[in-house]
């Protein structure tokens, strides 16, 4: 697979991957009351959700 990788001094950027997506779940979903959500516009709603394993 040919992924595609921007590297800056500080940060890199790639493609998502199988194994980043527990992860980004997790930041996304995983916490009721994320800090991220402080700075986040009003317009946009936050949905907690309980991890269920398939």
Do not use: S
Request: proline share 7%.
């Amino acid at each position: 697979m040919n992924l595609v990788k921007i590297k800056g001094e500080k940060v890199t950027l790639c493609q998502v991957e199988k194994d980043d997506l527990p992860t980004l779940w997790e930041m996304r979903y995983g916490d009721p009351n994320p800090e991220w959500k402080q700075w986040d516009a009003p317009y946009f709603t936050h949905t907690y959700m309980i991890k269920k394993r398939i």
